[in-house]
């Protein structure tokens, strides 16, 4: 494997592989790397010649500088991990090298800021948009990968690529779980054994509002049970729980208003801030 820290080689060494028809699969990641990542880097690996994994923590999409400063960080181990799984290109730029110096641009993606993570996280899409464009124009990949767990990120992107006209095929992956159900990530590192055990309640409520639903209870009456069920549980707090059309993220009234419902969360369990969702068809039959 290649492992790149500055740009300009990067984009050498993929220029000539683009010279002999390469395709080329991008996985942008903030690095910690766990079996979520790589099922990424697998989907990639199968649908390309050369996969590049970036490694970096970006400091424009933390709104909160705390959590930038938590966030784990392990190279030795990441580049092990990717060897692993026969990635071709490694990018682990340092921040001066990413930005020459703070950048002024700012994006804004709508409506998809004012709901769930756009709300909570202000700025957090801009960023998000930025360090992806970057990446789009470094790497200039025929397809990009992105997980499912963060699925607002995804529609961000989704709008990015569109609205800018990059011809990149944007790949969404399934979230890989823990046997428990709780989604892989890599703030679960940062979860003491307490807030651990109680993670659980994510998937755990997710589920079971994805039933009630199924079994005609309405979106008012599940949105209270998810408030009780957080309300109960010590150290957890409900930041939000949403019942969305997954094709645009727009709020239900009525489940069978589409044929995609998104339940998605955020709470803390401690200090540590975690999300994930669900998706699923409630008119397909069981
Ligand atoms: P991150 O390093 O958290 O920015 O994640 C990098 C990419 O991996 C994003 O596209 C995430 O959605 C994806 N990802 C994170 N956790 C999982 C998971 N448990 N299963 C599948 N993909 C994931």
New binding site residues.
């Given amino acids: 494997m290649k492992v790149f820290k500055v740009i300009k080689p990067l984009v050498s060494y993929l220029n000539d592989a683009r010279k002999s028809n390469t395709t080329i699969g991008l996985?942008?990641?903030?690095?910690?790397l766990?079996e979520?990542?790589l099922?990424?880097l697998k989907a990639s690996k199968k649908e390309n010649n050369l996969t590049v994994c970036s490694i970096y923590v970006n400091p424009t999409q933390f709104n909160d500088k705390k959590d930038l400063l938590k966030y784990p960080r392990n190279m030795q181990k990441d580049l092990e991990l990717l060897e692993s799984v026969g990635c071709d290109v490694a990018f682990a730029p340092a921040d001066d090298e990413m930005y020459i110096s703070k950048p002024t641009l700012r994006m804004n993606f709508g409506y998809l800021e004012q709901v769930m993570e756009g709300k909570f996280r202000e700025g957090h899409f801009s960023g998000v948009g930025l360090v992806v464009s970057k990446l789009f124009n470094i790497v200039q990949p025929d397809k990009a990968?992105?997980?499912?767990?963060?699925l607002q990120?995804y529609h961000v992107i989704k709008e990015l690529v569109k609205d800018l006209s990059y011809p990149i095929e944007i790949r969404p992956?399934?979230?890989?779980?823990e046997p428990d159900g709780l989604?892989?990530?890599?703030r679960n590192a940062r979860l003491d054994s307490q807030a651990r055990t109680k993670s659980v309640i994510l998937y755990e409520s997710l589920k079971q509002a994805e039933n009630m639903l199924r079994t005609g209870e309405s979106v008012g009456t599940v949105k209270d049970f998810f408030d009780g069920k957080f309300q109960q549980t010590d150290n957890a707090r409900l930041e939000y729980f949403e019942i969305v059309n997954a094709h645009d993220l727009s709020p239900l009234r009525n489940i069978m208003d589409t044929d995609r419902v998104a339940l998605c969360v955020a709470a803390f369990f401690g200090e540590v801030r975690l999300i994930d969702n669900i998706i699923f068809s409630a008119k397909a039959k069981e």
């Fill in positions: 996985v942008p990641t903030m690095g910690a766990h979520g990542h099922s990424l990968y992105f997980g499912q767990k963060d990120q992956i399934e979230t890989l779980r989604a892989k990530s890599s």
